[in-house]
């Protein structure tokens, strides 16, 4: 160039040589470093785009020079992992939940695992540690809608509850007592009263419990005819002799549930999770509290 | 100094300026739309994938309108970790019928993707109602007003009708009915005991063509969704968007050689 660049006389550093009436701007390079870094992103930048999948071609894009790629190497790593569990987990494959139960080595295993899936999948509605909440029952308790056997618990994980996903999902639905018309209020009032004295360990003859033994021992009682209320597992029918209600205990909760009942779903799981991280959640729900 | 050298011959020549400005626009515009002439070739064939059904479009503009993107990704990334949480890594054939896609980059709460069948419908009510009620340690605000507010779907078509002019792939033209009965599909979708099977069989011929065997019926929500069967609001809408999230492709159906082809 043509003019040697000028010294401003205040600062002493040197001009752009840009002047606009009399204000000239002063040269603040960028350190070197900053600039050498700069450009050597750029090259690595195109070795990058060399090395690796990046510009589209006619019929698809460029691999790369390394022919790496996202989903063959997560295949890798999932291979890896598989090889780190297979020792553990070939066992659990091969043994049904009981017997995992009693070998004390392989129930730590699954115990640990069986931890980490419920925390993931089943703790937003039954809560950490199977707590349970209002419409999730508890699964740390010995009381069991759809059975507390390892057995029963596998098939509660794999096919869910009265979802529409899984044409073997557990399925029972009570009937909306007072919504279609089976039952006056009066004879509600009398069987809610007739369930909530069960629940605190009173047996009251009388038309609540008549009205119980036609209509709700078929589910709620282990045999068609009986006024006890303690349950029915094949038929999911909760007992009824205790105070642990999903939908509340009160009379007005139970009333309410015999007029028009809520009835709680539960997903499928055997799509989502392997037959494996089924059986470690099992022997995890069987050890909460209440296994059978 | 040099550079300032070469900066001046820049700034001091407009034509040099002008091609200067032209080459960078270029490189942007190469980058950014090269991809996309590819894309047909780019994109997995996979079998299941269909666009929404109005009430899930409905969903998916109050999904978009309540921000939930700014929390919640909707991608599996082909991550071991993500793998081993969410379920399998998501396809770009699962967003392409979404306008604008809901990939995110932020994940304040979990990634959605495959949210869909994973919780129950009276699940997400109350969880949108009150995340607290269900998820103690939870920091997602309250969503309560969705549970009162009667779902807007008169334009429906309209809306759909849009989205398939910014498609691709020609969404609903090629879904049969789509856009002429959107408003009875919404309908039939969100009522207890409605006929559903014009709905059901419209979205399950686009899934899985047309010769599709009886049980090859594509999965969506139906029903009374929030609790409320009295009328459709805004929170069935939501919840039949959330579930049918991910759940349109089954993997367990996808054999090896087809995955294969997904790594070329």
């Known amino acids: 160039m043509a003019e040697h660049p000028e010294r401003d006389e205040i600062t002493g550093r040197y001009t752009t040589g840009h002047e606009w009436d009399g204000i000239s701007e002063l040269n603040t390079p960028l350190p070197k470093w900053w600039v050498w ?31 790496w790629h996202a989903r063959a190497s997560l295949e890798d790593s999932l291979a890896e992992a598989r090889e780190a569990r297979s020792e553990w987990v070939t066992q659990i494959a091969a043994r049904d939940v009981p017997a995992i139960l009693e070998d004390n080595t392989l129930r730590s295993y699954a115990m640990r695992g069986g931890e980490v899936l419920f925390k ?22 010995d009381e069991w809608i759809w059975g507390g056997t390892p057995e029963a618990i596998v098939t509660t994980i794999q096919h869910g509850i009265r979802n529409d996903t899984d044409p073997d999902a557990r399925s029972s639905e009570m009937y909306a007592f007072g919504e279609w018309e089976l039952l006056t209020e009066e004879e509600i009032d009398q069987v809610a009263q007739y369930v909530y004295d069960l629940s605190h360990g009173e047996m009251n003859a009388g038309p609540g419990q008549d009205i119980f033994v ?30 642990i209600f999903l939908y509340g205990g009160t009379k007005k909760d139970i009333a309410a549930q015999v007029y028009k009942p809520q009835l709680g779903v539960m997903p499928s799981w055997s799509g989502r999770l392997s037959d494996e991280d089924i059986k470690q959640l099992a022997v995890y729900v069987h050890s909460l509290g209440g296994g059978q | ?132 009620a269900v998820v103690p340690e939870s920091i997602m605000p309250g969503y309560p007003h969705l549970a009162q507010r009667p779902l807007a779907y008169d334009t429906i078509d309209a809306n759909m009708r849009t989205l398939d002019l910014v498609d691709r792939f020609e969404t609903y033209s090629q879904v049969d009915g789509a856009i002429e009965n959107a408003v009875a599909d919404l309908e039939a979708q969100a009522t207890p005991d409605a006929d ?69």
């Open chain 1, 214 to 243: 036609a209509q709700c021992a078929a589910c709620h009682s282990p045999d068609a005819q009986s006024p006890g209320g303690e349950g029915n597992k094949d038929l999911g029918g909760p007992p009824l002799n205790n105070r």
């Open chain 1, 120 to 141: 993931e999948n089943c703790a937003p509605c039954h809560q950490t540690g199977g707590a349970g909440a209002y419409g999730y029952p508890t699964l740390a308790d």
């Open chain 1, 37 to 67: 870094v700069f450009y050597i992103s750029i090259g690595w930048s195109v070795l990058y785009t060399i090395a690796y999948p990046s510009w589209p071609v006619m019929s698809g894009f460029f691999g790369g020079a390394t022919g």
């Open chain 2, 196 to 264: 559903t099977s014009a709905l059901v069989a419209r979205y399950s011929d686009f899934a899985f063509g047309p010769d599709r065997a009886e049980d090859q019926v594509t999965n969506m929500a139906l029903g009374d969704l929030d609790g409320n069967p009295d009328v459709i609001t805004e929170m069935d809408a939501l919840v039949a968007y959330l579930q049918v999230l991910g759940t349109m492709v089954d993997f367990t159906a996808v054999d090896q050689t087809r995955k294969a082809e997904w790594i070329r």
């Open chain 2, 1 to 132: 100094m040099s550079l300032i050298k070469h900066h001046k011959l820049i700034e001091t020549n407009v034509f040099l300026l002008v091609l200067g400005i032209f080459v960078t626009v270029i490189i942007g515009g190469l980058v950014e739309i090269v991809p996309l002439f590819s894309i047909k070739s780019t994109i997995e064939n996979v079998q299941g994938v269909r666009p929404y059904t109005p009430l899930e479009v409905a969903g998916r503009d109050i999904y978009v309108r309540e921000g939930c993107y700014n929390c919640h990704s909707q991608m599996v990334r082909p991550f071991r970790d993500e793998i081993e949480r969410y379920g399998h890594y998501s396809l770009a054939a699962e967003s392409k019928f979404d306008h604008p896609f809901q990939w995110g980059s932020k994940r304040t709460g979990p990634d959605l993707a495959r949210v869909g069948g994973k919780y129950s419908n009276e699940w997400h009510v109350r969880h949108l109602i009150n995340p607290r």
